[in-house]
T-cell receptor
């Protein structure tokens, strides 16, 4: 596609359930990023993938969060045993090398 | 460690006023990249500019201009003759050359009133 695609756009889940968020980056982009944006807040770095290098997971807030990137393209962010404080917009972005990042529309996660 | 500070949480101006959004960054790296992004009410972040640490030339793009000063670790953004469509949250960001991790400031919410 022309841009970064994220699905679902909205997700409501019950506390304690697992969720998977998907990101389709722009074709050919080598770097893929996940950020979290809580209501009215800035962007909190979660993880990035660059080519075949080991991902930088330094921003993941707990071991309930994990992410993978298959075949250097699609990425999935998984949150296990969701908590109410996980409610936020999860943004995915991709870039070619160190150029500007292109962001998706985000997935709005609500944990009830 | 890297850090980006946008001290202005919210700014409100009247249309046609000039407005400057401040950004101060911290890094020990000598090679780094600075960015500005705009997040309109629709929510999708839009890239505005990228600057590397070796290029201190100021840049102008239409009504937008950027002032990069390494001496004060600042990368400020000025909108001239603001318009209602400029209303958005603006984020400054920093990426160091050793990795791809890009750190964002907390953002400045700009309100432009007609």
């Amino acid at each position: 596609g022309a841009g970064v695609s994220q699905s679902p756009s909205n997700k409501v889940t019950e506390k304690g359930k697992d969720v998977e968020l998907r990101c389709d980056p722009i074709s050919g982009h080598t770097a893929l990023y996940w950020y979290r944006q809580s209501l009215g807040q800035g962007l909190e770095f979660l993880i990035y993938f660059q080519g075949n290098s080991a991902p930088d997971k330094s921003g993941l807030p707990s071991d309930r969060f994990s992410a993978e990137r298959t075949g250097g393209s699609v990425s999935t962010l998984t949150i296990q045993r969701t908590q109410q404080e996980d409610s936020a917009v999860y943004l995915c972005a991709s870039s070619y090398d160190r150029r500007e990042a292109f962001f998706g529309q985000g997935t709005r996660l609500t944990v009830v | 460690a890297q850090k980006v500070t946008q001290a202005q949480t919210e700014i409100s101006v009247v249309e046609k006023e000039d407005v400057t959004l401040d950004c101060v960054y911290e890094t020990r790296d000598t090679t780094y990249y600075l960015f500005w992004y705009k997040q309109p009410p629709s929510g999708e972040l839009v890239f505005l500019i990228r600057r590397n640490s070796f290029d201190e030339q100021n840049e102008i793009s239409g009504r937008y201009s950027w002032n990069f000063q390494k001496s004060t670790s600042s990368f400020n953004f000025t909108i001239t003759a603001s318009q209602v469509v400029d209303s958005a949250v603006y984020f400054c960001a920093l990426s160091v050359s050793g990795g791809f991790k890009t750190i964002f400031g907390a953002g400045t919410r700009l309100f432009v009133k007609a």
